[in-house]
């Protein structure tokens, strides 16, 4: 137990009790801590979790999950007031005490109203994350009509030998994981389907895949038929670089549970035979005809681990690819960038400073392909982006090495 944070909280008798703290996002172990039960009425369970203190559910399960969805309709209905007032005062400063969602919705400053969209998120977060399901050893729930989260809770953590405590929105996402996971995702271009992990990037805007699966493959892979997946997470691109006939495909990931999950999915599908899975930060050793990558898209601070495959401070992985790339293309290859331009729209990352980088990198530009997104907040109007998202491409950017002229596609 001392190896791993604790939670201590204290029961309706005086006698106090601690467990592990389990936070797959890092939050820290809540620091006030109240048993509630199913007499714990809404709005007081509302006050509570709104100052910070978390509630620790000794009651039936159904009834906690009933409590989360009165939670967030007390916020949903405070964001609807504050942005409301915003929109009447027609001022882009919310009122003192304003969820940060009324001032999305009133800033013209695209970069300023994201960063106030993610503050919201973190909130939010933080608030419906105070609702806490204590877990026995095996994670057996001991609540009444609590469900059975031994095989979804064991993919996400391994084994466990002792009690600990968690979120209720931790573990519905837990459970929702699983589910997909069982399910699959659906992906056109492979006529088959993805069954991403716990904590794996999940391919659901699959428009990027369209464009990997079309775009010319460089004249190069005669002479080497090789490719490279950097980032390949649950190994759907390197399942779509082996469909299209190469060979050999390489593909990097930094976190070992998104190579087991390639791993699973490259086994499915029949083309693991054709797939070395590398455990390495971007790059393998030598030099390949075809590097493809399709790094986060909006340099920000992801909030959870599954969030790192949207969210990277100061495009580092970006960065990273663009500044190694040229070293590792063998004469006459092509990499292949994989990129929305959301962060362009929002203010986060100009068009000259993607090129500059590419520059700068002894790349050019030889050639690139568009898409528009399919997902449905691209035409929901009441999304506090929409204006970006309306907006948004993703492209395929060919790269090869600067001053060397452009070899015909395969």
Same mark, same amino acid.
Not at 355 to 360: D, K, N, Q, R, T
């Given at each position: 137990?001392?190896?791993?944070?604790?939670?201590?909280?204290?029961?309706?008798?005086?006698?106090?009790?601690?467990?592990?703290?389990?936070?797959?996002?890092?939050?820290?172990? !809540?620091?006030?801590?109240?048993?509630?039960?199913?007499?714990?009425?809404?709005?007081?369970?509302?006050?509570?979790?709104?100052?910070?203190?978390?509630?620790?559910?000794?009651?039936?399960?159904?009834?906690?999950?009933?409590?989360?969805?009165?939670?967030?309709?007390?916020?949903?209905?405070?964001?609807?007031?504050?942005?409301?007032?915003?929109?009447?005062?027609?001022? %882009?400063?919310?009122?003192?005490?304003?969820?940060?969602?009324?001032?999305?919705? %009133?800033?013209? =400053?695209?970069?300023?109203?994201?960063?106030?969209?993610?503050?919201?998120? %973190?909130?939010?977060?933080?608030?419906? #994350?105070?609702?806490?399901?204590?877990?026995? $050893?095996?994670?057996?729930?001991?609540?009444?009509?609590? !469900?059975?989260?031994?095989?979804?809770?064991?993919?996400?953590?391994?084994?466990? =030998?002792?009690?600990?405590?968690?979120?209720?929105?931790?573990?519905?996402?837990?459970?929702?994981?699983?589910?997909?996971?069982?399910?699959?995702?659906?992906?056109?271009?492979?006529?088959?389907?993805?069954?991403?992990?716990?904590?794996?990037?999940?391919?659901?805007?699959?428009?990027?895949? =369209?464009?990997?699966?079309?775009?010319?493959?460089?004249?190069?892979?005669?002479?080497?038929?090789? $490719?490279?997946?950097?980032?390949?997470?649950? *190994?759907?691109?390197?399942?779509?670089?082996?469909?299209?006939?190469?060979?050999?495909?390489? @593909?990097?990931?930094?976190?070992?549970?998104?190579?087991?999950?390639?791993?699973?999915?490259?086994?499915?599908?029949?083309?693991?035979?054709?797939? =070395?899975?590398?455990?390495?930060?971007?790059?393998?050793?030598?030099?390949?005809?075809?590097?493809?990558?399709?790094?986060?898209?909006?340099?920000?601070?992801?909030?959870?681990?599954?969030?790192?495959?949207?969210?990277?401070?100061?495009?580092?992985?970006?960065?990273?690819?663009?500044?190694?790339?040229?070293?590792?293309?063998?004469? *006459?290859?092509? #990499?292949?960038?994989?990129?929305?331009?959301? $962060?362009?729209?929002?203010?986060?990352?100009?068009?000259?400073?993607?090129? *500059?980088?590419?520059?700068?990198?002894?790349?050019?530009?030889? #050639?690139?392909?568009?898409?528009?997104?399919?997902?449905?907040?691209?035409?929901?109007?009441?999304?506090?982006?929409?204006? @970006?998202? %309306?907006?948004?491409?993703?492209?395929?950017?060919?790269?090869?090495?600067?001053?060397?002229? $452009?070899? !015909?596609?395969?």
């Amino acid at each position: 137990m001392s190896d791993h944070p604790t939670l201590t909280w204290t029961d309706a008798r005086g006698l106090t009790h601690t467990a592990r703290w389990r936070s797959e996002s890092g939050v820290s172990a !809540p620091r006030r801590v109240m048993v509630a039960d199913d007499q714990t009425p809404a709005d007081r369970a509302y006050r509570l979790v709104c100052e910070g203190t978390a509630l620790l559910w000794q009651g039936d399960f159904h009834n906690a999950r009933q409590l989360l969805q009165a939670l967030v309709r007390r916020l949903d209905k405070r964001e609807t007031r504050d942005r409301a007032a915003s929109t009447s005062r027609g001022t %882009a400063k919310p009122a003192s005490g304003a969820a940060p969602d009324a001032a999305v919705h %009133a800033s013209p =400053d695209p970069a300023q109203a994201f960063h106030l969209h993610r503050k919201r998120q %973190a909130e939010r977060a933080r608030i419906l #994350g105070q609702v806490l399901i204590p877990v026995e $050893a095996g994670h057996r729930i001991a609540l009444r009509r609590a !469900p059975d989260v031994v095989a979804a809770c064991t993919e996400a953590y391994g084994p466990a =030998d002792e009690a600990y405590v968690l979120s209720l929105r931790e573990l519905q996402g837990l459970i929702g994981a699983h589910e997909w996971r069982k399910k699959g995702v659906a992906i056109p271009a492979l006529q088959a389907a993805i069954h991403p992990h716990y904590g794996v990037f999940s391919p659901l805007r699959g428009e990027y895949l =369209d464009l990997v699966a079309q775009a010319p493959l460089p004249a190069a892979l005669q002479a080497q038929n090789e $490719a490279w997946d950097i980032g390949t997470g649950t *190994g759907v691109l390197a399942a779509v670089l082996a469909r299209r006939g190469i060979a050999r495909v390489r @593909a990097t990931d930094l976190a070992p549970r998104a190579l087991v999950c390639a791993r699973e999915n490259l086994a499915r599908l029949g083309v693991l035979s054709q797939v =070395d899975l590398l455990q390495t930060d971007l790059f393998p050793d030598g030099q390949a005809p075809l590097v493809v990558c399709n790094p986060p898209w909006v340099p920000a601070r992801p909030h959870s681990s599954v969030e790192q495959a949207v969210y990277d401070p100061d495009s580092r992985m970006l960065r990273g690819f663009l500044q190694g790339l040229a070293p590792h293309l063998a004469p *006459g290859g092509e #990499g292949w960038l994989i990129l929305s331009d959301l $962060a362009e729209h929002l203010g986060l990352r100009s068009r000259a400073e993607l090129l *500059g980088w590419i520059e700068a990198a002894g790349l050019q530009v030889l #050639g690139r392909l568009d898409i528009r997104p399919r997902h449905g907040k691209v035409t929901d109007p009441d999304d506090p982006l929409h204006a @970006a998202r %309306a907006a948004e491409l993703t492209s395929l950017w060919r790269l090869g090495l600067a001053g060397e002229a $452009a070899s !015909p596609a395969a």
